[in-house]
């Protein structure tokens, strides 16, 4: 076990950071490719970061707080962010990511007064128990997994392109 | 084919930014953790970016600019950045590796004048012919490829932290 408070809370605060720096002014081209049908581009996985930020990670860390076990927590539904919308820009969506993450920084350092606080459970509808800790372990490795997916994403645009490098770049298998 | 210069510029400027802005200032314990034995950590990943820009990408362009298909272009040595040297902080090799790509970014757009340029063709030792545009895009790949890298396994030091959640992350597998 690894966990720690501190050094999670260093991922969170710099997931923002770095796709705003990665993705500002990039072509389109990059931007909405997708790696097949019913995949996801780079402007749908900001926005189901977005979405992550408003109905899962702090408020469910509020529902185990205030419920504990008592009862299920609400499922969060993954897809939301697929429902049609107003379009916006890439700037617009990594804006709207970087400040309502800073605010839910704020709130879970709120939230986490003391060491114990970690280790509170509640009840997730399809796992059973699980630990505070485990939900922020799990929100951290969130980010690092939606980033990972955004490169694979841009990568395999250039799938045939890098021609017989193509061996050497697991990314693109 | 989706190959375009002025599209794989916007990678390979925006990698050492986005290194940077993810990296500075992260724990050792997320910066020293490896995939297992005979695996990379962040710290060597960066190093072997930084042997790339000196060994392989502008070198080769050179060497097929100048050479063609006339003899093949020497194998670059991918375990290189392993060998023994002084150690350095994360903020010392990302600071070399954004001047070094810098430079190689202008060097690279000296080297290709004209759209032909890229068609033009080297000696690969393993591979037989390949093209300028293939090297490039190899190039950008060969950064996405790494972020990944470096995403990944940080993600993998917190594959039991993140409890019953594990299921639904796919970069913990």
Do not use: C
Not at 56 to 75: K, T, V
């Amino acid at each position: 076990m690894n966990f720690n408070l501190t050094e999670s809370l260093e991922i969170l605060e710099r997931t923002p950071q770095a796709l705003e720096v990665f993705l500002t002014g990039l072509s389109e081209n990059w931007l909405k490719n997708n790696e097949g049908e019913g995949t996801w581009n780079v402007h749908e996985v900001i926005e189901h970061l977005i979405e992550g930020e408003k109905q899962n990670w702090i408020p469910r860390l509020e529902f185990i707080l205030a419920e504990g076990e008592s009862q299920p927590f609400p499922a969060f539904d993954r897809y939301a962010h697929l429902n049609p919308k107003a379009e916006t820009t890439i700037n617009q969506k990594l804006l709207e990511f970087k400040t309502i993450r800073l605010q839910n920084i704020l709130r879970l350092k709120e939230l986490i007064p003391f060491e114990s606080t970690l280790e509170k459970t509640g009840f997730h509808p399809a796992f059973g128990v699980v630990k505070v800790k485990e939900l922020i372990a799990t929100w951290a490795v969130h980010d690092l997994t939606h980033m990972t997916q955004i490169l694979r994403v841009m990568a395999k645009r250039y799938g045939t392109d890098v021609g017989a490098w193509r061996e050497y770049l697991g990314i693109l298998k």
